[in-house]
């Protein structure tokens, strides 16, 4: 026992000093520029091929490319503009940029050499095929949870598929944590492995829902908030996190922040379409959408959606008064520059523009997705079933710190919407960290070639 308290505390003093040197280098100087949703318009093509009957164990290939959409593999392990499921897709982390793995079954620089027993150790322990501890940027955390016949599909699914001799680039980590054995003191700390263990006391189509949204669906990884080193706050899950200048808002019941409001129907809409009557999936959320959500059978959708309006609301914050004046030029903004598509009284084009009145993503504590979206624009995510992505302009060339920060300030305080006022510093800082200081197109918005 005094022994695992002493390695306890030793890896808390290593992680802090790493957590501290890896937060002063990554406040300084420009981030990284706005991603491109979709990457690859072939992967929900390539995702959804029939699989032959003449395949080796064809029925257990075929759950193995359901379940690979499910974890969403795709969006992480396909780089852009590159083969599809070859790895190389450098993951902007807090801690430094983590390059994925090649899941296709190359022998050299892929997964063809793994054994069905090391691919399970992977998902489930987080253990490379070496032994060495593999960076929670894949989330083992989540992925523990999933059980072994599931694995043994979805590996069994990913040696079909053309293998493609990929290299992976070194990770950009800065020292100490470029030494993998640092992740076991975070494992030690943080993880426990585990798989998903029913509960009795509930049905069986919220226990599918747990076990997908937990498990392969890795929820939480972006929606809920995490402390300094990286792991998920006690107490918060679904409370809403940060992701890559993005904010992945609020599942909960909060009929504020969350989806309180929402019903089992317009989540699974959501899921399904990419948009309803109160949303539209744009940001890192269209890749998840385009390449597994819309690609998930209704079953397990309204699994998902009766497990999700299950989890409690979290904690509802005052919200101080706002500037008159502030409001009142953003008003005038929103007038000239949002109405066209948004309409005066906030109140959208019905599952084509959302409505900005009652809009949760809008009352979010932190204000950098919407932020975000004004400075670089964005484009919702295709889908079979509504195929065509609309567009959102960048108005990084037309509105200054201060116009955004007033109209921002508008939209989150009309309506019925209630949010603390946003400053220019914030705007600023997103504006530097999107690269955007300099005034050029944007990736992924409609004033892109």
């Not at 000239?336 to 959208?348: F, K, Q, R, V």
Request: charge should be positive; include cysteine.
């Amino acid at each position: 026992m005094k022994l695992r308290s002493l390695t306890i505390t030793l890896a808390v003093l290593i992680l802090a000093t790493a957590a501290v040197a890896i937060a002063a280098t990554l406040t300084s100087g420009p981030m990284r520029h706005p991603n491109v949703p979709p990457r690859h318009l072939a992967l929900p093509l390539f995702l959804t091929q029939p699989v032959s009957d003449q395949t080796p164990n064809a029925d257990q290939v075929r759950r193995g490319q359901y379940l690979v959409r499910v974890g969403d593999c795709a969006s992480c392990h396909t780089p852009e503009g590159g083969p599809l499921f070859a790895g190389s897709l450098g993951l902007n982390t807090p801690f430094g940029v983590i390059y994925s793995t090649n899941l296709t079954p190359d022998r050299e620089t892929g997964i063809g050499n793994l054994t069905p027993d090391k691919f399970y150790a992977a998902l489930h322990n987080g253990i490379g095929p070496k032994g060495v501890p593999i960076y929670p940027a894949m989330p083992y955390t989540a992925f523990t949870r999933v059980n072994r016949a599931d694995s043994d599909a979805m590996m069994a699914y990913l040696k079909t598929i053309p293998a493609v001799h990929r290299p992976r680039p070194a990770n950009q980590l800065p020292f100490p944590l470029n030494f993998r054995f640092m992740v076991r003191g975070w494992n030690l700390l943080f993880f426990r492995s585990g798989e998903y263990v029913s509960d009795p006391a509930k049905s069986v189509e919220w226990n599918r829902g747990a076990y997908l949204v937990n498990g392969l669906g890795h929820c939480g990884s972006c929606h809920t908030p995490k402390n300094f080193l990286g792991s998920d706050k006690g107490g918060k899950a679904f409370h809403g996190g940060d992701l890559d200048e993005w904010v992945a808002p609020d599942l909960t019941a909060n009929a504020r922040t969350g989806l309180g409001s929402w019903s089992t129907g317009d989540i699974v809409e959501y899921l399904k379409t990419g948009r309803n009557q109160r949303a539209n999936a744009g940001g890192a959320m269209a890749d998840v959408v385009t390449n597994s959500t819309s690609l998930m059978n209704d079953q397990d959708l309204h699994a998902i959606a009766v497990y999700i309006k299950d989890q409690p609301s979290s904690p509802s914050s005052t919200v101080r008064d706002v500037d008159a004046g502030a409001m009142r030029r953003g008003k005038e903004i929103y007038s000239d520059a949002c109405s066209s598509c948004h309409m005066l009284e906030g109140g959208g084009q019905r599952k084509t523009f959302p409505p900005l009145a009652r809009n949760a993503m809008l009352q979010q504590a932190d204000p950098s997705g919407l932020l975000h979206l004004i400075l670089a624009g964005g484009r919702s995510a295709p889908t079979p079933t509504r195929p065509t992505a609309l567009s959102m302009p960048s108005f990084a060339w037309k509105l200054t710190d201060q116009q955004i920060a007033d109209v921002s300030t508008y939209i989150r305080n009309n309506w019925g919407n209630s949010a603390e006022a946003v400053s220019t510093k914030a705007v600023a800082d997103m504006r530097r960290q999107l690269g955007l200081d300099v005034i050029r197109r944007t990736d992924g918005s409609g004033d892109s070639p």
